[in-house]
């Protein structure tokens, strides 16, 4: 046998074919994280602006015209409205103009990420200075002085996130990507539902009674996880059913390259490029991320959005399993064929 005909022994066309997409994802990988995070810089960030009347109109249009637009501006009426629309995730921050004196108060809130927080208060310490104003800063929603950079809630949702795949590969791996009819179909999501509970419960009580990073409910965060580790693990699930082993590489490719750069957990969404922060929402880490951070920091606010985006990919991948699994009537596919796998003794068996 000549060398060509070991190679072509060694790695069959599928294997190669398999081996070019784990490369295209690996590159994807890369240009995603170093696209969302090589340069984060404020972009149109939410902004309230308090301050008397005659004057609030012009500082709104200052601070809109700053240079790369780093700022949304908006009047507000009150400090109180100022404080409320934060804490109800509306604004991300609010300077407060003193009509007596030179200092302002600059409210922003460090649990939404401190990167952001920071940011603000140099920008705005920038701006005021230059009028000959100085700031002071009020931080309206900090973060835990064990949540380092508020980055708690993101890595806890992305454990969720990996649980999720994870489980639902072995399921693959262990038993065919695709369910050989509805009741296995049926099986599979009570095994990730229950996998789902366990994680959601185990996370939250490692990220708050045990570590102490992050404060708010604990059976808040735990049925968020629940949901996040459910809706990650049946998405897979129907990819898998769906496009078989390379689901779990599309798996990848939209929990992973996609959802982890923009879930805005190492830079707020508004430090990251356009295009990850118009797809982070609608991701599950994404909105994962914002429900974890609203349940410890916000008072649970602004979390509806988040939780349906979550059962959208819930529901989504529970239905898609179960509609193909019918089409597999008493284990045959649409040709009449018995689906096959080999069995321990060689032979095979029904998926």
């Given at each position: 046998m000549?060398?060509?005909?070991?190679?072509?022994?060694?790695?069959?066309?599928?294997?190669?074919?398999?081996?070019?997409?784990?490369l295209?994802?690996?590159?994807?990988?890369?240009?995603?994280?170093?696209?969302?995070?090589?340069?984060?810089?404020?972009?149109?960030?939410?902004?309230?602006?308090?301050?008397?009347?005659?004057?609030?109109?012009?500082?709104?249009?200052?601070?809109?015209?700053?240079?790369?637009?780093?700022?949304?501006?908006?009047?507000?009426?009150?400090?109180?409205?100022?404080r409320e629309q934060i804490m109800n995730r509306e604004i991300d921050g609010a300077l407060i103009v003193s009509p007596q004196g030179r200092t302002d108060t600059l409210?922003?809130?460090?649990?939404?990420?401190?990167?952001?927080?920071?940011?603000?208060?140099?920008?705005?310490t920038q701006v005021e200075g230059e009028q000959g104003r100085t700031v002071r800063t009020v931080d309206v929603a900090p973060a835990s002085a064990d949540d380092f950079d508020g980055l708690s809630s993101f890595y806890l949702v992305v454990g969720w996130c990996v649980g999720g795949y994870l489980c639902a590969s072995i399921l693959a791996i262990?038993?065919?990507?695709?369910?050989?009819?509805?009741?296995?179909?049926?099986i599979r999501t009570s095994v990730m539902a229950l996998y789902a509970i366990a994680g959601g419960i185990g996370g939250a009580a490692i990220i708050g009674p045990v570590l102490g990073a992050l404060p708010g409910s604990f059976w808040g965060l735990a049925g968020l996880g629940a949901l996040v580790v459910f809706s990650v693990g049946m998405t897979t699930l129907a990819l898998e059913a769906l496009t078989g082993i390379v689901g779990i590489g599309?798996?990848?490719?939209?929990?992973?390259?996609?959802?982890?750069?923009?879930?805005?957990?190492?830079?707020?969404?508004?430090?990251?490029?356009?295009?990850?922060?118009?797809?982070g929402p609608a991701l599950p880490?994404?909105?994962?991320?914002?429900?974890?951070?609203?349940?410890?920091?916000?008072?649970?606010?602004?979390?509806?959005?988040?939780?349906?985006?979550?059962?959208?990919?819930?529901?989504?991948?529970?239905?898609?399993?179960?509609?193909?699994?019918?089409?597999?009537?008493?284990?045959?596919?649409?040709?009449?064929?018995?689906?096959?796998?080999?069995?321990p003794s060689g032979g095979s068996t029904a998926v």
């Open positions: 000549t060398f060509v005909d070991e190679v072509k022994n060694a790695v069959t066309p599928r294997a190669a074919l398999l081996v070019i997409g784990v295209g994802l690996q590159l994807l990988f890369i240009a995603s994280y170093v696209g969302a995070l090589h340069k984060p810089k404020p972009t149109d960030v939410a902004f309230g602006v308090v301050a008397p009347q005659q004057m609030s109109q012009q500082l709104v249009a200052q601070l809109d015209g700053l240079p790369g637009g780093p700022l949304d501006p908006r009047t507000v009426s009150s400090e109180a409205e100022a409210l922003v809130a460090s649990g939404g990420g401190t990167v952001l927080s920071s940011a603000l208060e140099h920008l705005l262990s038993a065919g990507t695709k369910p050989a009819n509805r009741q296995r179909a049926v599309l798996a990848v490719l939209i929990i992973v390259v996609a959802g982890n750069p923009s879930a805005g957990g190492a830079f707020p969404l508004p430090m990251l490029p356009d295009f990850w922060r118009a797809i880490p994404g909105a994962g991320t914002w429900v974890a951070r609203s349940i410890a920091y916000f008072r649970g606010n602004a979390v509806t959005g988040p939780l349906l985006v979550l059962s959208a990919w819930a529901v989504a991948g529970t239905a898609l399993p179960l509609l193909l699994s019918m089409r597999r009537r008493d284990g045959r596919d649409d040709k009449g064929v018995e689906a096959a796998a080999p069995s």
